[in-house]
């Protein structure tokens, strides 16, 4: 099975020895996304819903960047320190993905890297 690392500019660089995603086949898996401004490495915390954002659109990046679209993402993994911010999740992720219903998990989690307070990965079908 070939595979091909997915590298781009317009998502965050990864924190650790791993890539932005994986293309395989007709497949994508992005790493997990933390809520880290692309252009300045910057990790936001404090507005649960801008962090959400923030998170799924460096997601998004990572997928176009292998050649999909939102569209094409049919599972989600969402990781956060505090499920009372689950309902504030969900409303950033459904205006996120509107009408386009993806699977998904939702877990609470202890810690996340660079002590986050979510992180979201995905995985694409071209």
């Not at 086949?25 to 790493?31: D, Y």
């Not at 460096?58 to 292998?66: F, K, M, P, W």
Request: charge should be neutral.
């Amino acid at each position: 099975m070939k595979t091909k690392s997915i590298s781009t500019n317009k998502a965050p660089k990864a924190v650790g020895p791993y890539s932005q995603g994986i293309k395989t086949s007709n497949l994508i898996f992005t790493s997990g996304q933390l809520p880290i401004i692309p252009e300045t490495g910057e990790l936001i915390k404090g507005d649960i819903k801008r962090e959400t954002r923030l998170c799924l659109d460096n997601l998004l990046a990572v997928v176009e960047e292998g050649g999909a679209k939102l569209k094409d993402i049919v599972k989600v993994n969402i990781y956060i320190k505090d499920m009372n911010d689950f309902p504030l999740i969900n409303e950033e992720y459904e205006d996120f993905f509107q009408e386009h219903k993806p699977a998904r998990s939702c877990v609470q989690v202890a810690k996340l890297p660079k002590d986050g307070n979510i992180e979201i990965e995905a995985i694409a079908v071209l």
